[in-house]
Every structure is written in structure tokens, then in C-alpha cells.
């Protein structure tokens, strides 16, 4: 049975229209300047070799608490690589006032998902301008869109990825120990974390397990136990340097 269209109901139609309408309008302003600045960012050159070595990249995998950023500081130290924290590159951009920054707050702001894009340029222009050709890229790539981006875009796929493996009920005790001040370090907010994680970052994992490219480190242990399954690695990449050369 067709329903009487009321002054009030006709009005009250009206008015939703004109917000759905608004709405629209704002998110396609809001979608158009994000695709304008990560059309910007996309517009960089593939990864060249300096002085006539190819840049060697370890991609560090690991969920929330698995240790990765200490190990990299040990990497770091003992090998010489630069250190390239994902998210430490977004938050720096965030607070450098330059028209990404403003972009990449205001998609964080919205609960969106910083273009792959401007994450792998914001990558790429640090790699660009480092005197390093050795690489830890910390924290990315977190999914599979992440990582067909940074192939394409830099035209190239990591050496080596390393995956520190570790438990759920470890890295929830890790994460919950430290004191960093971040309002999100609570049980329920860390176990999804680690699920988002799970999700988005296996297939990743398992993607570059299939090309042999993945070592598996056993996360749990002192941070010396634990770079003791490190260090071989990247002594058997430095040999395999020398017997080339």
C-alpha cells in the first residue's frame, strides 16, 4: 500500500537528501585532494644503485611487543644498516606542515588508512638521500596492498624479511610493561592489534616464505638470546657480498 507523502514527511525527505548530498560532496572534495597528493607522492623514480651497489633491503616484520625495534637497534649497531621506522616517518611528515602532512593527519583523524602510496614515497625519499645502501625498513610492509605498492613503485623486492615470530600472551605482557604513554597499550585495544596485525600481515609473510625469502626468528628470549638468531643472517648476506666482489 503506497503511504501518504506528509508536508513533514516531504520535509523531512528533503533534509536528508541535502545532507546525503553534502556528505557526498565533502568526501569527494576530501577523495580528489588525497588523490592529487598521492598522485605527488607516486611520481617518484624507481630505487637506482649508488656508487654501483643496488640497495640491499631487509624488510622487519613483527606484531606489537615482538621486540623488532630493539633488534633493529642491534642491526643497527653491529651491521650498519639505516634504520626506516614506517611509522616514524609518518608521524614526522604529520608535524612538518607540508600539504602531505596536513593530509596524512586528516586521514588518520577520519580512522582511514594512510595511502599505500604515500607511506612507500615517504620510504623511498629517505633511501634516496641516505649515503646507506643497506636498509631495515621497520613495520611495512603491514598488508598485502603495502607491499604490491612498494614493489611497483620502487621497482624493486626486499633481500631479506625477517619475521619475529612470538606468542600472543608475550608481546600483550611486553606491550603492557612499557611505559611509552600511548593510550592504546591496553589489553583489549592490544589483542585487536594483534588480530589486525594477523590478518593483514601474514599473507605478506607467507607471500615471501614461498620466494625463501623470510627467516623466522623465535621472539622470545633476551634481547641477546634473540639477536643470536639474527646475527647469522647477515653474516651469511656480508659473505655472499665478498664472494661476489
Not at 16 to 34: P, V
Amino acid at each position: 500500500m503506497w503511504r501518504k507523502v506528509t508536508a513533514t514527511s516531504f520535509s523531512s525527505l528533503k533534509s536528508s537528501i541535502f545532507f546525503k548530498r553534502l556528505h557526498l560532496q565533502q568526501a569527494t572534495k576530501h577523495n580528489a585532494a588525497s588523490a592529487s597528493a598521492v598522485s605527488r607522492f607516486a611520481t617518484v623514480a624507481p630505487l637506482q644503485e649508488k656508487d654501483g651497489r643496488c640497495p640491499f633491503i631487509t624488510f622487519v616484520l613483527g606484531g606489537p611487543g615482538s621486540g623488532k625495534g630493539t633488534q633493529c637497534i642491534k642491526i643497527v649497531e653491529t651491521f650498519g644498516f639505516k634504520h626506516l621506522s614506517a611509522g616514524d616517518l609518518l608521524r614526522r611528515e604529520m608535524v612538518s606542515n607540508s600539504e602531505y602532512g596536513s593530509m596524512i593527519l586528516n586521514t588518520i583523524k577520519e580512522g582511514r588508512i594512510v595511502p599505500s602510496e604515500v607511506t612507500v614515497k615517504l620510504i623511498l625519499k629517505e633511501m634516496e638521500s641516505s649515503d646507506n645502501h643497506k636498509f631495515l625498513i621497520d613495520g611495512f610492509p603491514r598488508s598485502e596492498e603495502n607491499r604490491i605498492a612498494f614493489e611497483k613503485i620502487s621497482g624493486a623486492e626486499p633481500d631479506v624479511v625477517l619475521f619475529f615470530d612470538c606468542p600472543e600472551d608475550v608481546m600483550v605482557k611486553r606491550v603492557l610493561s612499557r611505559n611509552q604513554g600511548r593510550i592504546d597499550d591496553n589489553i583489549d585495544t592490544i589483542k585487536k592489534r594483534l588480530k589486525v596485525f594477523e590478518a593483514l600481515n601474514l599473507p605478506v609473510i607467507d607471500y615471501y616464505a614461498k620466494k625463501g625469502k623470510v627467516h623466522r626468528i623465535n621472539a622470545v628470549g633476551t634481547v641477546d638470546e634473540i639477536f643470536e638468531q639474527v646475527r647469522p643472517v647477515f653474516k651469511a648476506c656480508e659473505q655472499k657480498a665478498l664472494n661476489r666482489s
